[in-house]
Nanobody
């Protein structure tokens, strides 16, 4: 029903910046909540940031002050601006959509992209 494709991942040096994008297609709605999650090797998938249809956003403790989530409904695109990156930010980053209000747990989301790799070197 909703297809998501992440892009913008890559290899960056610690302290650098990266901007992730998520292009949405299919039968979506501007009222959908959207979020970013990440998963490092051997670890559980964890919440990074989310944004509701009103533009109100929330962040994980690790992401606040360094990451900024935004959405462009006209372009059906979600963004995650990541600054001051640290090696511990290394993970596969996933875009997700929830057909309801904003949430911070993985099981609350209905659709997922395939992910984009972010690697931060020391």
């Amino acid at each position: 029903q909703v297809q998501l494709v992440e892009s913008g991942g890559g290899l960056v040096q610690a302290g650098g910046s990266l901007r992730l994008s998520c292009a949405a297609s299919g039968r979506g709605s501007s009222n959908d909540a959207m979020g970013w999650f990440r998963q490092a090797p051997g670890k559980e998938r964890e919440f990074v940031a989310a944004i509701g249809w009103t533009g109100i956003s929330t962040y994980s403790d690790s992401g606040k002050s360094r990451f900024t989530i935004s959405r462009d409904n006209a372009r059906n695109t979600l963004y995650l601006q990541m600054n001051s990156l640290k090696p511990e930010d290394t993970a596969v980053y996933y875009c997700a959509v929830r057909r309801s209000g904003i949430a911070v747990i993985t099981t609350a989301y209905d659709y997922w992209g395939q992910g984009t790799q972010v690697t931060v070197s020391s």
